[in-house]
């Protein structure tokens, strides 16, 4: 068995997904969270808390048995809805703000922004919707190597059995333009390859069908080939500037330039295998299973800002200077949310929010609110080895 986990490693080690692990940066001088009084928070009191209050109570539905969390989510459950003073009070009373600050002591980082995409579609193939999701294949091997191996804990490999031999996953190209070797595994048909890719990206999203339901799909596992962004390739071939950058632009790029778009796109060996959620969902589920909260809830590195947690966010509406200064709650995790002072703010689901969270690459600060006489851990908590969106990668 060990020798037989030595050859899945080699062959998969290039291809492997790299899950995040909780680890001490080497030189650290500060300490990643700083309480500080409640004045100290920028804007604060120029919130309105009460919706943030909503997303927190659908977050104790799974952290409420927790013991750091157990009191604060019995008390917020008798917190009148809606009502901004009594919110206000509430997490005065109970929490202890804290200000994230990075290993070198700055309190700024990157808050960038995603959403649910909608996409019509259809359950079946047809002359409009020729373009397919997948459901998790049947063939889909996935090799954990946290027994045998503990320091090789942070690899989770994917591949498929061809004869006697482990080999990697179909990539995007074998997948999309080859001999379709996931036929009969369709979950769903659309009409646009490019929304499907972002689709992709984001990790879940919404399928309008004809007869006017609304499904919800999301993230079930990934092929194991590193993700490739195409805006970093195209900043690379001097085909748009940084300032151009954004979810639109790139859409439109691809559309004007359809064979070269085309290739653009398989150069991305990364694909995503997706699962129908249940019709109570009608946001995407976050990594703590809950439905995500739009303008409210935060996808976060786990290693700092505990999931579940309250965070207010202080940065400015995307491609200006205006203040966006409000309580939010760590609900998520992204592949490209890694650092202290970091974060990604859900705009909600459709196009609107799409326009948004494309053109959101703000600087901001953030505080932990953290129940009183607690002690806090860094650690991965919940399903945040699961990379529920590639989201940053569009830049």
């Not at 769903?188 to 799909?217: C, K, Y």
């Not at 639109?248 to 778009?261: F, M």
């Not at 959620?277 to 800002?305: K, M, N, Q, Y």
Request: with cysteine.
């Amino acid at each position: 068995m060990k020798q037989f986990l030595i050859v899945i490693l080699i062959v998969f080690l290039a291809g492997c997904v790299a899950k995040p692990v909780p680890v001490t940066p080497p030189g650290l001088t500060y300490e990643p969270l700083t309480p500080v009084a409640w004045e100290d928070v920028d804007g604060w009191l120029l919130d309105q808390p009460a919706a943030a209050l909503g997303a927190f109570q659908r977050s104790c539905r799974a952290i409420g048995k927790r013991e750091q969390w157990r009191t604060v989510c019995r008390e917020a459950a008798d917190v009148p809805a809606m009502d901004e003073q009594a919110a206000r009070e509430f997490f005065e009373n109970f929490f202890q703000p804290h200000q994230v600050q990075n290993e070198a002591g700055k309190s700024e980082g990157l808050i960038t922004g995603y959403y649910g995409p909608e996409l019509a579609g259809s359950r079946v193939k047809t002359e409009e919707y020729q373009y397919p999701l997948y459901r998790q294949p049947d063939d889909l091997l996935i090799v954990d190597l946290d027994e045998v191996y503990p320091e090789l804990n942070q690899y989770r490999l994917r591949g498929r059995v061809e004869g006697n031999r482990v080999v990697p996953y179909f990539d995007r190209v074998e997948i999309d333009n080859g001999e379709n070797p996931l036929a009969g595994q369709e979950l769903f048909w659309v009409a646009d390859p490019v929304e499907l890719f972002f689709l992709h990206i984001q990790g879940s999203g919404s399928i309008r069908l004809a007869t006017g339901e609304n499904v919800m799909v999301n993230y079930a596992n990934q092929n194991g080939h590193p993700y490739r962004s195409i805006g970093k390739l195209l900043l690379e071939r001097n085909a748009m500037t940084r300032d151009q950058m954004s979810m639109q632009n790139i859409s439109r790029w691809v559309e004007e330039n359809p064979e070269a778009g085309k290739q653009l796109l398989a150069e991305n060996p990364s694909y995503v295998f997706f699962r129908e959620l249940s019709a109570e969902f009608t946001s995407p589920p976050g990594a703590l299973g809950v439905p995500l909260t739009a303008l409210r809830s935060l996808a976060v590195d786990p290693r700092t800002i505990p999931l579940g947690a309250p965070v207010f966010l202080a940065t400015t509406f995307p491609g200006s200077d205006y203040p966006l200064k409000q309580l939010m709650v760590a609900q998520d995790t992204g592949g490209a949310i890694k650092g202290r002072v970091r974060a990604d703010f859900f705009w909600g689901m459709g196009p609107y929010a799409g326009k948004n969270a494309g053109r959101m690459k703000q600087d901001g600060r953030l505080w932990v609110l953290l129940p009183k006489e607690q002690v806090f851990e860094p650690s991965l908590q919940s399903q945040a080895d699961k990379p529920v969106k590639n989201d940053g990668a569009i830049n």
